[in-house]
């Protein structure tokens, strides 16, 4: 069985920051390519960054571009996103997703989801 497990969502104010953690069973995060996608209420799911199986290069949407990083941590199984300078237009659920794919942006192609956690960036 595989889950993926988000947690450290919650509310903050403008310019804060805060580190999702993305915590993987059934699967293994170095062998999986692992997405960050997150969703606003009426809005699609949007891609927010994924850090390649191979070699961990990192890829991020340009919204987030130099504010968010993705890492791993090989020896825990987890996952995470460091969102720094957070700003409004962040406020939606985050989810972690994993794929057998390569590099792929789109959350079709996603395998596996975890349940999403709430961010709040408060105006």
């Known amino acids: 069985q595989v889950q993926l497990v988000e947690s450290g969502g919650g509310l903050v104010q403008v310019g804060g920051s805060l580190r999702l953690s993305c915590a993987a069973s059934?699967?293994?995060?170095?062998?999986?390519?692992m997405g960050w996608f997150r969703q606003a209420p009426g809005k699609e799911r949007e891609f927010v960054g994924c850090i390649i199986w191979s070699g961990g290069h990192t890829y991020y949407a340009t919204s987030v571009k130099g504010r968010f990083t993705i890492s791993r941590d090989n020896a825990n199984n987890t996952l995470y996103l460091q969102m720094n300078t957070l700003k409004p237009e962040d406020t939606a659920v985050y989810y972690c997703?994993?794929?057998?794919?390569?590099?792929?942006?789109?959350?079709?192609?996603?395998?596996?989801w975890g349940q999403g956690t709430q961010v709040t960036v408060s105006s």
């Open positions: 997703a994993a794929t057998t794919t390569y590099y792929t942006i789109q959350p079709s192609q996603y395998d596996y």
């Open positions: 059934g699967l293994t995060v170095s062998t999986h390519t």
